[in-house]
């Protein structure tokens, strides 16, 4: 149990057009899921915490109107990245947190590569 | 920021050796939870383990043990007699409802 996908699992794009990542819990329900985002070789960042229903709180320095996050469902939160640029090639995890569960306990995605050219 | 520090960024050991990651955090919360995560070439994060700030008893798990060290700060990972399988970046990471994570351990085990 307590599987996340993410889709598409690699991307690649052109400079300057949005990408949507899709992030589902496929069997429980999540009211809250994070975005991370790692750089080749290094940590994961939290990028944003997404609560199902409401809008998403950034972490400082992540740029809200570039990463757009919407959490409609108790099971499906997007991460679209509009406009695009090279420096926005990164390897993108969601995780999730069961709506019934301990409130630290997440379960990550497979993670989506996205690629600018 | 309260910071989760892995000083090894690299470790190579001979299979069947036995290695040890470290891991230092920093916290100003009286209750807190500590983790330890698997990432493999293909990217996913594989959970290992989580550790109540007021449980400070050593867990063993198969090959795997943890020393947590309160007083310390610290929360080490030790893999016994170590397989190539284990060859991946393990990352240590903190917290209560966000997570902080460290900046990793590349571990290779050497055939």
């Known amino acids: 149990g307590a599987v996340v996908s993410q889709h598409p699992s690699r991307v690649i794009c052109k400079s300057g057009t949005s990408v949507k990542i899709e992030c589902r819990s496929l069997d429980f329900q999540a009211t809250t899921m994070f975005w991370y985002r790692q750089f080749p070789k290094q940590s994961l960042m939290l990028m944003a915490t997404s609560n199902e229903g409401s809008k998403a709180t950034y972490e400082q320095g992540v740029e809200k109107d570039k990463f757009l996050i919407n959490h409609a469902s108790l099971t499906l939160s997007t991460l679209t990245v509009t406009s695009a640029h090279p420096e926005d090639s990164s390897f993108y995890i969601c995780?999730?947190?069961?709506?019934?569960?301990?409130?630290?306990?997440?379960?990550f995605g497979p993670g989506t590569r996205l690629t600018v050219l | 920021a309260q910071k989760v520090t892995q000083a090894q960024t690299e470790i190579s050991v001979v299979e069947k050796e036995d290695v040890t990651l470290d891991c230092v955090y920093e916290?100003?919360?009286?209750?807190?939870?500590l983790f330890w995560y698997k990432q493999p070439p293909s990217g996913e994060l594989v959970f290992l383990i989580r550790?109540?700030?007021?449980?400070?008893q050593n867990e063993i798990s198969g090959r795997y043990s943890w020393n947590f060290q309160k007083s310390t700060s610290s929360f080490n990972f030790t893999i016994t007699a170590s397989q190539v399988v284990d060859s991946a970046v393990y990352f240590c990471a903190r917290g209560n409802e966000k997570l902080t994570f460290g900046t990793g351990t590349r571990l290779t085990i050497i055939p």
């Open positions: 550790r109540n700030s007021f449980d400070e």
């Open positions: 916290t100003r919360d009286t209750t807190y939870y």
């Open positions: 995780s999730a947190r069961p709506h019934r569960g301990p409130y630290n306990e997440q379960f």
